[in-house]
């Protein structure tokens, strides 16, 4: 019987991946026939399969900007018996939202919705998460989307939500008295690089030992938790410069194509809980920006969507049988 067990993860902004609705087939990002909307589930089939095959298959699949019923189809299509936890939950104007699609059988409860209740505008996107359930632990999987870098209000409404999910989590990990050991995966695009001021009201350090620090005694009038953000590794190019060998050169998680500049705004931020020498940890050595072909085409530029996908794998210790 295996020691541990890799509980493989992977966070994608998909770039506006909606099902085909007659209706709506005029819309902007929206596909205009059913054609359309078959072409381009081949294109993302395709490309998650590409990452299946370097990585293996996930355990939780975050994803942004894509409609429920495309999220439904997909998992039907590449990830059956699987659970699908989606926020496009209007009907009927289906709309672009994060989801998780996660293995059901490992334990998962609890999926539920995280967002301000005021301060920020109508349609913000709220964040999803989800408990896993393993042994004298649980780990809550929360996958964000935050609002774009447009608008002179969006540093403000950025700052709304990290704020909100900084509560969040603190009331999460410190907040009730539970027998179990409790942990935080944050996974997300959040129009933000690791040293900008919304990331850093979740006090995301660069530091692995200043995330392990203990709780202080003012932390709990500020919710303030020590977390670790893995996006400060990959702020700079993803291979050495003679490993490149004709290789894709990314420098980041977006290319922003009309200032030709690549940018960090997806993340993986972890609780200091996660950083053990024993399991539960993250083996941080998995945690890499995804640049192969589907993905990155021959100029070194994302193809199938803006973003490129961040992939990583937990470490959690064997069950014991009943």
């Known amino acids: 019987m295996p020691k541990t067990l890799a509980v493989r993860f992977l966070w994608w902004n998909i770039t506006g991946f909606a099902h085909y609705e007659r209706a709506r087939a005029a819309e902007e990002r929206r596909p205009g026939s059913k054609k359309a909307y078959r072409l381009r589930c081949r294109e993302v089939d395709a490309a998650l399969l590409a990452l299946f095959r370097r990585r293996g298959r996930p355990s939780v699949l975050g994803l942004a900007e894509v409609t429920c019923t495309a999220a439904e ?69 929360i996958v964000c989307h935050w609002v774009a870098r447009i608008g002179k209000n969006a540093d403000e409404y950025r700052a709304t939500v990290a704020s909100h999910l900084r509560s969040s989590i603190f009331d999460f990990l410190h907040g009730t008295q539970s027998a179990k050991r409790r942990h935080v995966v944050v996974l997300g695009d959040l129009n ?22 203990r709780l202080h005694y003012q932390d709990k009038a500020v919710k303030k938790s020590r977390l670790y953000n893995c996006a400060w590794r990959l702020l700079g190019e993803n291979l050495p410069h003679r490993a490149r060998r004709g ?30 020498h024993s399991a539960p940890f993250l083996d941080e050595r998995t945690v890499e920006v ?24 937990l470490v959690l210790p064997a069950r014991r049988k009943p």
């Open 192 to 213: 933000d690089e690791p040293f900008s001021k919304s990331v850093q009201l979740l006090h995301a350090s660069r530091s692995r030992d200043r995330a392990g620090d």
């Open 73 to 141: 189809e997909l998992r039907d299509r590449l990830l059956p018996g699987y659970e699908v936890l989606s926020l496009d939950v209007v009907p009927p104007q289906s709309n672009f939202h994060v989801c998780i699609i996660y293995e059901a059988r490992l334990g998962f409860e609890n999926p539920q919705a995280i967002a301000p209740s005021e301060g920020v505008p109508v349609g913000t996107r709220a964040a999803a998460a989800v408990d896993l359930h393993w042994g004298a632990h649980v780990i809550r999987f």
């Open 290 to 313: 995804v640049a192969i072909r589907p993905l990155v085409n021959s100029k070194s530029q994302p193809c199938v969507s803006d973003h490129l996908p961040i992939g990583g794998t």
């Open 247 to 276: 290789g894709p050169s990314v420098a980041g998680t977006y290319y922003w194509g009309t200032e030709k500049e690549w940018v960090t705004l997806d993340h993986v931020i972890v609780s200091g809980g996660l950083l053990a």
